[in-house]
């Protein structure tokens, strides 16, 4: 069982920059694909990004948005910069066992509670 806990969401102008960060309990952190994910008001939850061996981005993130992650601390992170008003969203990370990096909800078994960010026009 993994549990995750995203921190480092709030509200931001637009052009201005977050760092999300996702903690995970368990001792086999390093051997799961996490992914970020983030669903905006009347809409799906999408794919934003995710890590494994490498990194993979949604088109509408890509050059703006970097995922890394800290095995020895168990924690995943999603530098935002250049944010747009677009990206406001509830951000949820997720762990997917032994897997690559999918860009599938389905693939991931853990969520965390999700983080709102806000851009402000």
């Known amino acids: 069982q993994v549990q995750l806990a995203e921190s480092g969401g709030g509200l931001v102008q637009a052009g201005g920059s977050l760092r999300l960060s996702c903690a995970a309990s368990?001792?086999?952190?390093?051997?799961?694909?996490m992914g970020w994910f983030r669903q905006a008001p009347g809409k799906e939850r999408e794919f934003v990004a995710s890590i494994r061996l490498i990194t993979r981005y949604a088109d509408s993130v890509k050059g703006r948005f970097t995922i890394s992650r800290d095995n020895a601390k168990n924690t995943v992170y999603l530098q935002m910069m250049s944010l747009k008003p677009e990206d406001t969203a509830v951000y949820y990370c997720?762990?997917?066992?032994?897997?690559?990096?999918?860009?599938?909800?389905?693939?991931?078994?853990?969520w965390g509670q999700g983080t709102q960010v806000t851009v402000s026009s």
């Open positions: 997720a762990a997917e066992p032994m897997g690559a990096g999918s860009a599938y909800e389905s693939s991931y078994e853990y």
């Open positions: 368990g001792r086999t952190f390093s051997s799961y694909a």
